[in-house]
């Protein structure tokens, strides 16, 4: 449950653009690249949503999203929250902002990506939000800094439609989730990639190696992720 004192909004002037670049790097570990301010002010000023988490005056968390060659569509780039305000719900409260923000003005899906085998990130995409997916990109971004650092930047795309039911359910808080469900398969992935990564970077290999096949076969064959169970850290993939 979010805090009540925590407002979320639009970010407005350049000061507090130039503040997002921080607290991204903060976010995101040394060495990140952040959307500069320069590049967030154009981004808002043609359509973009750039908004922000605050509590007593201070920024927690940062979500960008920008319009697309598709009508009705969003890509959501960047949702940022400081070590320091995690826990507090902040992920998804940026995330039900963006979905009010995109209705109001007549978008009905984002879309972002994501690494599959981070199961918080998982948790939040498709657990608590409803997104759904059925592509997968190798290697991505390439070699990547930070929190990143050390396995190919494996990604899959996160489609979030605004208006179907079991999202609408999860914005009302009347969703539950059937993982008894027929025909579905389940797919685990590590309760924690970055502490396995730091224990064996190998194995750490190993599973990225194993999710990124069994993701491809099955899209491949015509299923999607459809659900994430965030106490077995595991994907439902149906049809």
Same mark, same amino acid.
């Given at each position: ?58 920024? =927690? %968390?940062? !979500?960008?999203?920008?319009?697309? $060659? ?9 949702? &940022?929250? /400081? +070590? ?44 608590? =939000? %409803?997104? !759904?997916?059925?592509?997968?990109? $190798? ?9 990143? &650092?050390? /396995? +190919? ?64 076969? &099955? ?21």
């Amino acid at each position: 449950m979010t805090d009540k004192t925590v407002i979320l909004r639009e970010l407005s002037g350049i000061a507090e653009l130039q503040h997002a670049e921080v607290l991204q790097i903060e976010a995101w570990g040394e060495g990140e690249k952040p959307d500069n301010s320069d590049i967030l002010m154009a981004l808002q000023s043609e359509g973009g949503l750039v908004g922000g988490a605050f509590r007593d005056g201070e920024m =927690l %968390g940062f !979500v960008l999203g920008f319009p697309t $060659v598709t009508p009705g569509l969003q890509h959501s780039h960047r949702l &940022a929250v /400081l +070590p320091k305000a995690r826990g507090l719900g902040l992920g998804a409260s940026l995330k039900w902002f963006q979905r009010d923000w995109c209705l109001a003005r007549g978008l009905n899906t984002v879309r972002w990506t994501y690494d599959p085998l981070r199961a918080v990130n998982a948790g939040l995409n498709i657990g608590v =939000l %409803g997104a !759904v997916s059925n592509q997968y990109f $190798v290697d991505y971004y390439g070699a990547m800094p930070g929190i990143n &650092a050390g /396995l +190919p930047s494996d990604r899959i795309m996160a489609v979030w439609h605004l208006e179907d039911e079991a999202v609408v359910a999860r914005a009302e808080g009347r969703f539950k989730p059937d993982h008894a469900a027929a025909g579905q398969d389940w797919l685990e992935i590590p309760a924690d990639i970055d502490a396995l990564m730091a224990a064996d970077p190998e194995k750490a290999l190993a599973e990225r190696l194993r999710v990124r096949d069994a993701l491809q076969a &099955a899209f491949n064959g015509g299923s999607r992720i459809v659900g994430f169970d965030r106490q077995q850290h595991r994907y439902l993939l149906g049809r």
